[in-house]
């Protein structure tokens, strides 16, 4: 069952309470998110991204995820 994105937003909220966070995409399989979160600084895009996947739970693992792919942009605030 594909994923809504309010469904990814309250995965990300759980492991980034504090983070701006934007969740875009309509068909539930193809995605986008925005993470913004102190907890990136310091660390590099492969190191931030990881946190992100961790966050998600396994819902992108392997051919049977119920996330297919993820367009996924990372930072610390300025």
Do not use: C
Request: hydrophobic content about 40%; charged content about 25%.
């Amino acid at each position: 069952m594909p994923m809504q994105a309010q469904e990814i937003e309250d995965l990300l909220r759980e492991s980034f309470p504090n983070a701006e966070i934007q969740v875009g995409g309509h068909d539930g399989v193809h995605m986008s998110a925005m993470v913004v979160d102190e907890s990136f600084r310091g660390k590099n895009r492969v190191q931030q991204q990881r946190a992100v996947y961790a966050a998600l739970k396994g819902k992108m693992d392997g051919a049977n995820g119920e996330l297919h792919a993820l367009a996924l942009t990372t930072k610390a605030p300025e």
